[in-house]
C-alpha cells in the first residue's frame, strides 16, 4: 500500500559553498544515527546506503580540514618569532666580529660562519616552510663540520645554535602536526562529488521505503528534521546571494534556485545545516547536475 507522505525537500547541491555543503552533510548523517538504533533498526539497504554515505562524509570531511586548515597557529607564531630573533642575534654577532674584531683567527672564523649563513640566503619574512627548510640546512652545516663548529664556538656562538635548532625543529614539528601537507589536488572536489552521489541515494531510498512502509508514520521525526534543515539552506543561506548566484546567471539549465550560501551562520551547534568551526573557504564548487 503506498501512503501520502511528505518526502525530504529537494535542494541543488551545485548551489552550496563547501562549508554549508559539508555541514548539510554532517547534518544528515547525524539526523540518520540519532533516528535508527539496534533497537529499531534500518531497513537492510537502508543500512548499507546509511554505511556508504557516512564513508563518504568521512573522505570529505578529512578532505576538507586538509583543504583549510589554517597554520597560522599562535604556538607557531611564537616558536617562529623565536628562531627569526635567534638567528637575528646570530648575524648581528658574526658581522660585529668582522667589523671590530682585530683577532686574525677569530676574524676568518666569522668569514666562515658568514659565509655559511649567506649560503642559504635565509630570509625571516618567508614563510614558515621555507624558512624553516633554510634553517635546517643551515644547522647541518654548521653541525656537521668539523670546521664550522669550532668556528661558532671560538666565536661565543655554540649556545646560539643549540638554541636556534631547537627552535627550528619545535616549527617544524609544528608545521608537521598542523597537516603541512594540504589535500593532493582534484581530492576534495572528487570527495564532494562521492558524498553528493550517496546523498541523493540516500535519501530517494528513504523517500521510497516511507511510501510502503508498514508504518506511514514511522520517518516523520527524521522528515520533519531534514526537512527543516533543507528549508534553513534555501531560505537563509541560499537566499543571501552571492557566489553560485554569479556563476549561475551563465547557467540557464541549471536546474535550481540560483543563489548560494555567504558566510557561516554564528547560531551554533544547533543552526541546521552548519557544522560548528568550519569556515568559509574560496572554495570553485563541483557541478553535479540536476536538483536532487
Same mark, same amino acid.
Given at each position: 500500500? #503506498?501512503?501520502?507522505?511528505?518526502?525530504?525537500?529537494?535542494?541543488?547541491?551545485?548551489?552550496?559553498?563547501?562549508?554549508?555543503? &559539508?555541514?548539510?552533510?554532517?547534518?544528515?548523517?547525524? *539526523?540518520?544515527?540519532?533516528?535508527?538504533?539496534?533497537?529499531?533498526?534500518?531497513? /537492510?539497504?537502508?543500512?548499507?546506503?546509511?554505511?556508504?554515505?557516512?564513508?563518504?562524509?568521512?573522505?570529505?570531511? /578529512?578532505?576538507?580540514?586538509?583543504?583549510?586548515?589554517?597554520?597560522?597557529?599562535?604556538?607557531?607564531?611564537?616558536?617562529?618569532?623565536?628562531?627569526?630573533? =635567534?638567528?637575528?642575534?646570530?648575524?648581528?654577532?658574526?658581522?660585529?666580529?668582522?667589523?671590530?674584531?682585530?683577532?686574525?683567527? #677569530?676574524?676568518?672564523?666569522?668569514?666562515? &660562519?658568514?659565509?655559511?649563513?649567506?649560503?642559504?640566503?635565509?630570509? &625571516?619574512?618567508?614563510?614558515?616552510?621555507?624558512?624553516?627548510?633554510?634553517?635546517?640546512?643551515? =644547522?647541518?652545516?654548521?653541525?656537521?663540520?668539523?670546521? #664550522? /663548529?669550532?668556528?661558532?664556538?671560538?666565536?661565543?656562538?655554540?649556545?646560539?645554535?643549540?638554541?636556534?635548532?631547537?627552535?627550528?625543529?619545535?616549527?617544524?614539528?609544528?608545521?608537521?602536526?598542523?597537516?603541512?601537507?594540504?589535500?593532493?589536488?582534484?581530492?576534495?572536489? *572528487?570527495?564532494?562529488?562521492?558524498?553528493?552521489?550517496?546523498?541523493?541515494?540516500? =535519501?530517494?531510498?528513504?523517500?521510497?521505503?516511507?511510501?510502503?512502509?508498514?508504518?506511514?508514520?514511522?520517518?516523520?521525526?527524521?522528515?520533519?528534521?531534514?526537512?527543516?534543515? =533543507?528549508?534553513? #539552506?534555501?531560505? /537563509? &543561506?541560499?537566499?543571501?546571494?552571492?557566489?553560485?548566484?554569479?556563476?549561475?546567471?551563465?547557467?540557464?539549465?541549471?536546474?535550481?534556485?540560483?543563489?548560494?550560501?555567504?558566510?557561516?551562520?554564528?547560531?551554533?551547534?544547533?543552526?541546521?545545516?552548519?557544522?560548528?568551526?568550519?569556515?568559509?573557504?574560496?572554495?570553485?564548487?563541483?557541478?553535479?547536475?540536476?536538483?536532487?
Amino acid at each position: 500500500m #503506498l501512503h501520502s507522505i511528505e518526502q525530504v525537500k529537494t535542494i541543488n547541491l551545485f548551489d552550496l559553498r563547501q562549508t554549508h555543503l &559539508v555541514g548539510l552533510m554532517s547534518f544528515t548523517r547525524d *539526523q540518520f544515527a540519532a533516528s535508527f538504533s539496534t533497537e529499531k533498526p534500518a531497513p /537492510t539497504k537502508l543500512q548499507a546506503q546509511i554505511a556508504a554515505f557516512n564513508k563518504a562524509y568521512a573522505d570529505l570531511d /578529512t578532505a576538507y580540514r586538509a583543504d583549510t586548515y589554517s597554520l597560522d597557529t599562535d604556538e607557531l607564531k611564537a616558536a617562529d618569532k623565536e628562531c627569526d630573533d =635567534i638567528f637575528r642575534g646570530i648575524a648581528k654577532m658574526v658581522d660585529a666580529q668582522l667589523d671590530f674584531n682585530f683577532n686574525p683567527e #677569530l676574524k676568518a672564523a666569522a668569514k666562515r &660562519v658568514k659565509q655559511a649563513i649567506d649560503k642559504f640566503g635565509i630570509d &625571516v619574512s618567508e614563510d614558515y616552510l621555507a624558512e624553516n627548510n633554510k634553517l635546517q640546512q643551515l =644547522i647541518l652545516e654548521i653541525t656537521e663540520s668539523t670546521q #664550522l /663548529t669550532a668556528d661558532a664556538k671560538a666565536l661565543g656562538l655554540e649556545a646560539a645554535f643549540a638554541q636556534l635548532k631547537e627552535k627550528a625543529t619545535l616549527v617544524r614539528d609544528l608545521l608537521t602536526s598542523r597537516g603541512l601537507a594540504k589535500a593532493p589536488k582534484g581530492r576534495m572536489k *572528487q570527495a564532494r562529488q562521492a558524498v553528493e552521489d550517496e546523498y541523493r541515494q540516500l =535519501i530517494q531510498l528513504l523517500n521510497a521505503y516511507a511510501l510502503v512502509d508498514d508504518d506511514e508514520h514511522r520517518f516523520d521525526s527524521l522528515f520533519n528534521l531534514l526537512n527543516q534543515n =533543507i528549508d534553513y #539552506l534555501k531560505n /537563509t &543561506v541560499l537566499a543571501r546571494g552571492g557566489k553560485a548566484e554569479k556563476e549561475n546567471n551563465d547557467k540557464p539549465n541549471n536546474g535550481g534556485n540560483a543563489n548560494s550560501g555567504g558566510n557561516n551562520n554564528p547560531g551554533g551547534n544547533n543552526t541546521p545545516g552548519v557544522t560548528p568551526g568550519y569556515q568559509d573557504s574560496n572554495d570553485d564548487d563541483v557541478p553535479t547536475g540536476p536538483e536532487l
